[in-house]
Nanobody, 119 residues
Framework: VQLVESGGGLVQAGGSLRLSCAASGTFFEINGMAWYRQTPGKQRELVAI???????NYGDSVKGRFTISRDYAKNTTNLQMNSLKPEDTGVYYC??????????????WGQGTQVTVSV
C-alpha cells in the first residue's frame, strides 16, 4: 500500500491550504486514515483522524480550523486547513491502517509534504 500526499506549500498567516492523500496498491483495504505533523524539535503529533464510519477527531491546536474528510471510493483523504498560524508549520504526513487482502493490518505512512506558514 502506498500513500502519496500533495497540496503543501507556503502560505501567509490566516490563509488556507488543502492537503490530499491518495492510497494505492493491489487488492488492499483501509481502516482509519489520519494526518500527523512533525515540527523541528518536537515529536510527531496527531492532527486529525477519520474512521471507517466517518467519525473524526482533532488535535486540540487545530480544532475549529482544520477539517478532515475522506472519499471511500477513491481511497483518499483530504485535510482542509483554514486560519493557518505560523505554529502550523511542519511536515504533514498521511497515515493509514491498511492491509493487503489476506495480510495483517499495518500502519502505512506517506513521504510527507511541507507546510510553511509565514507571519
Amino acid at each position: 500500500v502506498q500513500l502519496v500526499e500533495s497540496g503543501g506549500g507556503l502560505v501567509q498567516a490566516g490563509g488556507s491550504l488543502r492537503l490530499s492523500c491518495a492510497a494505492s496498491g493491489t487488492f488492499f483495504e483501509i481502516n482509519g486514515m489520519a494526518w500527523y505533523r512533525q515540527t523541528p524539535g518536537k515529536q510527531r503529533e496527531l492532527v486529525a483522524i477519520i474512521s471507517t464510519d466517518g467519525n473524526t477527531n482533532y488535535g486540540d491546536s487545530v480544532k475549529g480550523r482544520f477539517t478532515i474528510s475522506r472519499d471511500y471510493a477513491k481511497n483518499t483523504t483530504n485535510l482542509q486547513m483554514n486560519s493557518l498560524k505560523p505554529e502550523d508549520t511542519g511536515v504533514y504526513y498521511c497515515k493509514s491502517l491498511a492491509r493487503e487482502y489476506g495480510g495483517r493490518w499495518l500502519d502505512y505512512w506517506g513521504q510527507g509534504t511541507q507546510v510553511t506558514v509565514s507571519v
